[in-house]
């Protein structure tokens, strides 16, 4: 079974950093890209960032470039979101999802990230 | 990379068929035949319902399906039941190698 288990969130104030994992189990991770979406409160999706299978290629979202780092590594089945000079507006849910052929066909239970003085 | 446009809200009495709609550009939508849909409950995490326009993954109802003309794509659901009320997201992956999604629409069973 494809489990992905994020961890790592919690509450921050502005301006300081976070890092998130996804710890994944049930499939063999290295051989797909993964992604971080985030949901803030009462908000719809957004796409945060992406990497390939051996981590060759890296998209982020404008909202985030420079700021956000998307690592992985594939002996682990780890995937990681390094967040710097966080900003009030990045408070959301953050998941991690597979990626499969231009779908994201499982998603873990996301991690809330809260950015508040 | 602005947001899929989809209508905030669509509702249906149980049994009938609703439509929800998502509309993008010739970089999104337009651009690729990788258009999925997600139903999300309150609460949960998002699952995939659609995927490639109008494949559906194993295990989903075939009461869901897909279709896409031009830089707009759907989704219908047909025989409106209870448990389908969710908020629903349309993503299409884009000329930028990134994902976008939808703004979200919910479904309100009547």
């Known amino acids: 079974e494809v489990q992905l288990v994020e961890s790592g969130g919690g509450l921050v104030k502005p301006g300081e950093s976070l890092r998130l994992s996804c710890a994944d189990s049930?499939?063999?991770?290295?051989?797909?890209?993964m992604n971080w979406v985030r949901q803030a409160p009462g908000k719809g999706l957004e796409w945060v960032s992406s990497i390939s299978s051996s981590s060759s290629y890296i998209f982020y979202a404008d909202s985030v470039q420079g700021r956000f780092t998307i690592s992985r590594d594939n002996a682990k089945k780890s995937l990681y979101l390094q967040m710097n000079s966080l900003r009030a507006e990045d408070t959301a849910v953050y998941y991690c999802?597979?990626?499969?052929?231009?779908?994201?066909?499982?998603w873990g239970q996301g991690t809330l990230v809260t950015v508040s003085s | 990379q602005s947001a899929l446009t989809q209508p905030a809200s669509v509702s249906g009495s149980p049994g009938q068929s609703i439509t929800i709609s998502c509309t993008g550009t010739?970089?999104?939508?337009?651009?690729?035949?990788?258009v999925s849909w997600y139903q999300q409950h309150p609460g949960k995490a998002p699952k995939v319902m659609i995927y490639?326009?109008?494949n559906r993954p194993s295990g989903v109802s075939n009461r869901f399906s897909g279709s896409k003309s031009g830089n707009a794509a759907s989704l219908t659901i047909s025989g409106l039941q209870a448990e389908d009320e969710a908020d629903y997201y349309c993503?299409?992956?884009?000329?930028?190698?990134?994902?976008?999604f939808g703004t979200g629409t919910k479904v309100t069973v009547l």
């Open positions: 049930g499939f063999t991770f290295s051989s797909y890209s």
């Open positions: 490639d326009v109008s």
């Open positions: 999802a597979r990626e499969n052929h231009g779908r994201l066909d499982y």
């Open positions: 010739s970089s999104d939508v337009g651009a690729y035949n990788y």
């Open positions: 993503c299409s992956y884009t000329r930028s190698l990134n994902y976008v």
